[in-house]
C-alpha cells in the first residue's frame, strides 16, 4: 500500500470525530506531493479541536508522521498523547 494512501486512510478515519471539511483540506496536500504537510495540518487540527484518539490512530499518526518526515517530536506529539483515550 502506497504512504498516500495509508495517509487518507488514516485521515479518514477522522472524518466523524473533526469537521469533514478541515480532513479533506488536510489530505488535499497530498494531491500535490506534499505529504508532510498533510500529516502536520491534521495533527494540528486534532490538537486544536481536542478530538480523542484511539491508542491505534496515536500510533498511526507516529508511524506515518516517521516516515513522511513530520515534525512530531516537538509539543504536537505531547500533545497528541493527552488525548489518547484508552489511558
Do not use: P, W
Not at 480523542?52 to 515534525?71: I, K, M, T
Request: with cysteine; hydrophobic share 35%.
Amino acid at each position: 500500500m502506497s504512504l498516500e494512501i495509508e495517509l487518507r486512510n488514516l485521515a479518514s478515519l477522522f472524518k466523524g470525530k473533526l469537521n469533514t471539511y478541515l480532513v479533506d483540506f488536510a489530505t488535499e496536500y497530498i494531491d500535490h506531493g506534499e505529504n508532510c504537510l498533510a500529516l502536520e495540518t491534521l495533527c494540528d487540527y486534532l490538537c486544536e479541536e481536542n478530538v480523542a484518539l484511539s491508542e491505534h490512530e496515536y500510533q498511526e499518526l507516529l508511524r506515518l508522521g516517521q516516515l513522511v518526515g513530520a515534525d512530531l517530536d516537538t509539543g504536537r506529539s505531547k500533545y497528541l498523547q493527552t488525548l489518547v483515550s484508552n489511558r
